[in-house]
């Protein structure tokens, strides 16, 4: 273990009422959480809902005007040059050395951390670049480009990795293909921090999330808890040109029924009867079921637009 590392009992992270305002805006108003060792901790919210904010805290770019921060038992500010090779935070690919190949630029950023050279190998390997590591920064597709702002936050081993949404922009297949690689890195016991507006990834990934509205916590807790506890609600879809409006509110079990372009959207807690209701008056060819997932969660709280409901 190096000597600048902390303890390495206790929480990687414990904040207890932060505060932070610029002028009248609340960016931060009185968060407190705590993230375990080892967890794939979610941040989501809205956009202006807090999440750069808070994470700059935790990273020591920023000074909460009240609260305590707490991170691998270090305080983080004022910047605390001890905490700083035990966190890894994703470069912005505008921050890439572009004239250099990938190898070479993760070499660089190791000297930056001075870790030996080999680091920089491990963390191409990390993150399935081993092949391009003689490619040009300049010539990599987005995808790797991803994974090499991954490589540059790993490359001197940190406990601690702060991801920033970091399958922006990335085709579904790159984007898969990224996930495998988080998982790696949690397999691997690291602890991550990661914001993104990908609801299905976060769903997909994280041990626990927190949904940040307004500068507050308006939900922490597993993906799976969360949709449990929030929205117990099945929708059916079915084609519209089988089922009236009127059809479908006199079904018995139905709690809701929208129209949503071509087809009719029950809302109901109880699917099994009202299928078996909708069979004689529909049939069930080409219904679909869909429970609820943690965008519902998230639309729920965050107020965000739900689907035009048309009468
Ligand atoms: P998010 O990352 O969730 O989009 P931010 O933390 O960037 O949220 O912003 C939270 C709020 O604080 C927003 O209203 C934003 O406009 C405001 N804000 C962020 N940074 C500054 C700053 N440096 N000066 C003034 N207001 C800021």
């Known amino acids: 273990m190096s000597p600048a590392s902390g303890p390495t009992d206790g929480p990687a992270v414990s904040l207890d009422d932060v505060h932070k305002h610029y002028g009248s805006t609340r960016a931060v108003d009185g968060v407190s959480l705590t993230v375990e060792r080892g967890e794939f901790f979610g941040l989501l919210g809205p956009n202006g809902a807090g999440k750069t904010t808070l994470v700059e805290i935790m990273e020591g770019q920023r000074r909460p005007d009240a609260g305590t921060v707490s991170v691998l038992g270090h305080h983080p500010w004022p910047r605390n040059p001890g905490l700083l090779p035990l966190i890894g935070v ?22 930056l951390y001075r ?34 702002a991954i490589a540059s936050a790993l490359v001197h081993e940190p406990e601690l990795i702060f991801l920033d949404e970091p399958t ?20 691997k016991g690291r602890t991550i921090i990661y914001t993104t507006h990908h609801l299905d990834e976060a769903e997909a990934l994280c041990d626990r999330v927190a949904i940040l509205v307004d500068g507050r ?15 117990p609600t099945t929708r059916l879809v079915v084609p519209a040109e089988r089922l009236t409006l009127e059809a479908a509110r006199a079904l018995q079990g139905v709690d809701r029924a ?7 959207v029950l809302e109901t807690l109880d699917a099994g009867h009202v299928l078996a209701a909708l069979e004689p008056v529909a049939g069930l060819q080409g219904v679909q079921t869909r429970t609820a997932n943690l965008e519902d969660v998230y639309l729920a709280l965050t107020g965000a637009a739900q689907p035009q409901a048309q009468p």
């Open 90 to 111: 994703q470069t912005q690919s505008s921050a890439f050395f572009v004239r250099l190949t990938a190898a070479e630029h993760l070499r660089t950023m190791a000297a």
């Open 168 to 187: 922006a922009a990335l085709d579904p297949q790159a984007r898969r293909a990224l996930w495998q690689v988080l998982r790696d890195l949690k397999g």
């Open 115 to 148: 870790t030996d050279r080999a680091a920089a190998e491990r963390a191409l390997a990390m993150v399935g670049l081993t092949e391009q590591g003689e490619v040009r920064v300049d010539d990599l597709s987005g995808g790797q480009r991803q994974r090499l």
């Open 258 to 264: 929208t129209r949503d372009g071509d087809t009719i």
């Open 217 to 231: 916590i308006a939900a922490l807790d597993s993906p799976s808890r969360l949709i449990a506890q929030g929205s």
